[in-house]
């Protein structure tokens, strides 16, 4: 056992802390940085979306006293029977908040802690990839010092601060979307001068993104529609895929790739799947009514929309979620990336190949692979993680709306969630319409297109 937990802390420790012993295989310090603060955030998100289990919230009140103490801490008229009546949210939003609070409160320190850090000669890049001990005991004490913090104006601050770092998340996430679509295109084009079969391939993958479209707004007519009403769903269905046509045909217009000769269809297909794909998560998390007409047809099967077979949509909806969340938060922080976001094409990719070190170390060393260069922009990285648990935050307790949370297994079934979706439809339609005119309304600046 002791060896047990020994690997273990190799395997998330420092570079010092691999000599203790070769149980992990050898590896990157960049990466083992990296991949210990994801699992802080995973253990995070898993955390939090505990807290918002009835079960999890009868077994704490079952604690003798502590009902009564939770009773007097908050104040007002709030009892223990209220407490355990579902009033006072203490468990559910009001807990996700603290735990999410704790966990920007970490990143936002090493945002500030870790500004123009360039290699790992900079002493503070020791405290980026190891004193785990010290870091993991700061953070565990800003989450029990969070609990102490009286309700009222603390939920309203992290309402607000939630969403608008959650809308800050989901606007680069959309960027990194757009930029994935145009990547795509123009690495196939650049293949395709020299071999004609990479357009067929640029054609096939185009046919089968709008087959699945197509596809798509013939299930949403059957699925989320009623011939008698329904017509907010109606309005997002056809405004929606109105906005994948305009894209679509814009994208083939001859001035727009005059300006930008490698613009497309395989960038407007990608960008139309994802905006379909967007409508299907924001139509399907429309709660039940249980109104004689409802526009979801799942929900008018049963009573109960939330019961049986929603535990396992809502364990894939959370993995689900926190993958993305973590593919967004690690591929914006790498040195390309953010250098398409200040607007400088000309930078290089990550900085592998200065690294000071070699793939043949000895197993169970973490070697140092930075001394010329970060691999990634450490700042950013953390920015990038505390936008992450602000948006995890926001999206289990229902964005504006967290006192109409109602537990784990309805966590998105709100409006508030299908507005936010389909706003995110919106904003990415016009982040990628803005980048086929931008050559065009500003003809002196480079964006990088060659022809």
Request: negative net charge.
């Amino acid at each position: 056992m002791g060896c047990g937990i020994s690997c273990l802390v190799c395997c998330i420790g420092s570079a010092a802390c691999s000599l203790c012993c070769s149980c992990c295989p050898s590896s990157r310090s960049s990466v083992m940085g990296r991949a210990t603060y994801v699992l802080v955030l995973l253990i995070g998100c898993i955390l939090s979306a505990v807290l918002l289990s009835p079960v999890v919230e009868d077994a704490f009140l079952k604690i003798p006293g502590l009902c009564d103490k939770i009773a007097d801490w908050v104040g007002g008229d709030e009892t223990c029977d209220s407490i355990r009546n579902g009033t006072t949210d203490f468990f559910s939003y009001f807990g996700v908040y603290r735990i999410c609070f704790s966990l920007a409160s970490f990143y936002f320190v090493l945002v500030l802690l870790m500004i123009n850090v360039k290699s790992s000669k900079d002493c503070r890049s020791g405290v980026q990839n190891g004193f785990w001990l010290f870091k993991l005991l700061f953070l565990i004490g800003v989450l029990v010092a969070s609990f102490f913090i009286p309700p009222g104006p603390f939920g309203k601050a992290m309402t607000g601060i939630g969403m608008a770092g959650g809308f800050l998340f989901i606007l680069i996430q959309l960027l990194l979307l757009v930029d994935f679509a145009h990547s795509w295109a123009e690495s196939w084009v650049s293949k395709a001068e020299d071999n004609k079969a990479w357009y067929y391939m640029m054609l096939t993958a185009s046919f089968l993104c709008y087959a699945v479209v197509l596809a798509a707004l013939v299930l949403f007519a059957v699925f989320f529609t009623d011939g008698e009403g329904c017509s907010l769903n109606k309005f997002f269905i056809g405004f929606n895929f109105s906005l994948c046509v305009i894209i679509s045909v814009l994208a083939i217009i001859p001035k727009i790739q005059e300006a930008n000769p490698r613009s497309g269809i395989l960038q407007s297909a990608v960008v139309s799947l994802y905006v379909m794909y967007l409508t299907w998560s924001a139509l399907s998390d429309e709660p039940y009514t249980g109104d004689d007409v409802n526009c979801f047809i799942n929900s008018t099967t049963t009573s109960d929309p939330f019961g049986g077979s929603q535990i396992g949509s809502t364990v894939f909806g959370l993995v689900l979620m926190f993958v993305l969340v973590i593919y967004s938060s690690v591929r914006m922080s790498t040195n390309s990336q953010l250098d398409k976001l200040s607007f400088n094409p000309s930078s290089k990719e990550d900085a592998q190949a200065s690294s000071g070190g070699s793939d043949d170390a000895e197993g169970g060393k973490v070697w140092d692979d930075e001394t010329d260069t970060v691999a990634y922009n450490y700042s950013f990285f953390h920015f990038m993680f505390m936008l992450a648990s602000l948006y995890i935050m926001v999206t289990l307790t229902s964005w504006y709306s967290p006192q109409k949370q109602s537990g784990i297994l309805s966590y998105s079934k709100n409006m508030a969630s299908v507005w936010v979706k389909m706003s995110s439809t919106w904003i990415c339609v016009l982040i990628y319409v803005w980048t086929l005119v931008a050559p065009i309304v500003l003809p002196d600046r480079d964006f990088g297109y060659t022809s």
